[in-house]
């Protein structure tokens, strides 16, 4: 009888430290914020649809790209480039580690070159002369 009387107030002790800690959840007073948060970014959604309208003449930009497609390079010697400095990463300009460059306009194209963008180094002029990406350029062009 002993051990009752002394295993009963470590028992007791057990059962309030779970109810402490299965008690009082931070998850109802989360849920309060992230439902603040909902509307919050639900008005941002209604300004985003406005833009989606202006976006209407970005349209205009593949009219733009159509316009260049002859660009002032040689196809046969953008190849060359292309199979020296971007096939690694882009096999064939239609798949690979990085985005496709097939309906991209060739301003958008030059600067990822140029400045590189997420794991794709920079190829400045010295890398790719400037009549070196006319040339990848046009060749680019036969992909499409």
Same mark, same amino acid.
């Given at each position: ?22 008690? *009082? ?18 008005? *941002?959604?209604? !300004? ?22 002859? *660009?002032?390079?040689?196809? =046969?010697?953008? =190849? ?5 400095? %971007?096939?690694? %990463?882009? !096999?064939? +300009?239609? $798949? +690979?580690? +990085?985005?496709?460059? #097939?309906?991209?306009?060739? $301003? =958008? #194209?030059?600067? #990822? ?10 190829? +400045?002029?010295?890398? #790719?002369?400037? =009549?070196?990406? $006319? ?10």
């Amino acid at each position: 009888m002993t051990r009752t009387v002394l295993l009963a107030p470590i028992a007791t002790l057990t059962v309030v430290a779970i109810l402490v800690g299965c008690g *009082p959840s931070a998850a109802p007073p989360a849920a309060t914020p992230t439902t603040a948060a909902r509307p919050t970014t639900a008005a *941002p959604t209604a !300004p985003a649809a406005s833009p989606t309208t202006p976006t209407t003449p970005t349209a205009a930009s593949p009219t733009a790209a159509p316009a260049s497609p002859s *660009p002032a390079g040689n196809a =046969q010697n953008g =190849q060359a480039i292309y199979n020296t400095n %971007c096939n690694a %990463c882009h !096999p064939g +300009g239609k $798949q +690979g580690v +990085g985005p496709a460059v #097939i309906g991209v306009a060739d $301003q =958008q #194209i030059t600067s #990822i070159v140029r400045s590189g963008k997420g794991a794709m180094p920079a190829f +400045g002029p010295d890398k #790719i002369s400037d =009549q070196q990406m $006319q040339d990848l350029l046009a060749y680019i062009h036969t992909l499409r």
